[in-house]
């Protein structure tokens, strides 16, 4: 009778630790989801920006009340905060949670941040040479060897650990207090509540979970980020015929007198055009070209994509456009008003 007891609390230990380990598992599932949601919605919002794509939205960081889903910013130069909530709201997202109930939180490596000056932005230009500045380190706290640096992170905070302690108001957008520290865990010497900020950098904890520390984190690298990012640029500069601006829009644009020629290549990145070339720059800074893309403006300029950029003059009515860098290249070719890009 003793044995057939000890054999069916076994067997109960045994039962409890599958559907232990199967709860985690499902949790794990339903985390991981909303993190991929998080980390495409920012890519989609970095890729999609009409005035200024690269850049990632402010965190959703309040210190007077609950969290309300949106941005927070610093005037027209800076972020409140560059670790805080996710800004579902600005994002187009869903509030989104993991599976303990708790929204997610966010950090940005701050030169990408939407809220920069004009004359700050030509001086921290977003191309696709910018490096993130977040750093993910392991429970050795080595780097995390063919992802560093990283341009964002995504971290789902789960349940407490020990020493937090998770209050203030229960029915806001986000339910809690905006403390870090009662979200985000500790492990070593790194302290994924801070990012153990030196300047503009950033270093968080990707570790293995536990009673001490259970945070989940999605990131964003640069090889994620940036080939989508190049043909968007790629495609603005080439224009089309449905607008004024831009290549094909001077060749043929929706309204006015067609020029149906393209015009040639700059010597220098901001020249003017000079018929003595066949490869060369996009002339868009010669006036008398007034090539004016409507859609990003000096942004193009500003942040370096001109200087990037290939303009090999085929033809007066034919033209390529190419960006290469350390992604690859992408190209679109322009014969009279028809456009033909790479392969996606």
């Known amino acids: 009778m003793l044995m057939l007891v000890l054999l069916l609390i076994a067997a109960a230990a045994m039962l409890s630790g599958v559907n232990g380990s199967t709860v985690r598992v499902e949790r794990d599932k339903t985390t991981a989801a909303a993190l991929a949601e998080a980390k495409a919605a920012l890519i989609g919002y970095a890729l999609t920006s009409d005035t200024k794509p690269g850049t990632l939205p402010c965190t959703d960081y309040e210190t007077e009340k609950y969290s309300d889903g949106s941005a927070n910013t610093n005037g027209s130069n800076n972020c409140k905060a560059f670790i ?3 800004p579902s709201k600005q994002l187009g ?3 989104l949670k993991d599976s303990y109930g708790e929204c997610l939180w966010y ?4 030169v990408f941040r939407n809220q920069m000056t004009v004359a700050n932005r030509k001086l921290n230009p977003i191309n696709s040479n910018t490096p993130g500045t977040i750093t993910l380190v392991n429970d050795n706290e080595a780097p995390l060897g063919n992802v560093n640096p990283v341009i964002a992170v995504i971290i789902a905070p789960n349940s407490p650990v020990k020493g937090q302690i998770r209050s203030g108001e229960a029915d806001g957008y986000c339910p809690g207090d905006f403390l870090a520290g009662n979200y985000l865990d500790t492990r070593g010497a790194v302290n994924n509540a801070t990012g153990n900020v030196a300047g503009d950098h950033y270093t968080f904890k990707l570790g293995k979970a536990g009673d001490d520390f259970n945070d989940q984190l ?6 994620e980020f940036y080939p989508a990012l190049k043909k968007r640029i790629v495609r603005e500069i080439v224009g089309d015929a449905g607008v004024a601006g831009g290549l094909v829009g001077y060749y043929h644009p929706s309204t006015g007198t067609p020029h149906n020629e393209y015009p040639c290549p700059a010597k220098t990145v901001d020249g003017n055009a000079d018929c003595t070339l066949a490869t060369g720059f996009v002339p868009y800074n010669d006036d008398a070209i007034g090539l004016g893309y409507p859609t990003l ?3 193009l300029a500003n942040n370096g994509w001109f200087a990037m950029t290939t303009y090999q003059y085929i033809t007066a009515t034919h033209i390529k456009v190419t960006l290469a860098d350390a992604f690859g290249s992408y190209s679109c070719d322009a014969n009279a008003n028809v456009v033909t890009c790479s392969a996606p």
Request: proline residues 11%.
């Open 84 to 86: 805080g909530r996710l």
């Open 93 to 95: 997202a869903p509030m």
């Open 297 to 299: 403006g000096t942004w």
């Open 218 to 223: 999605l990131y964003i690298t640069a090889k």
């Open 107 to 110: 950090a940005l490596s701050p």
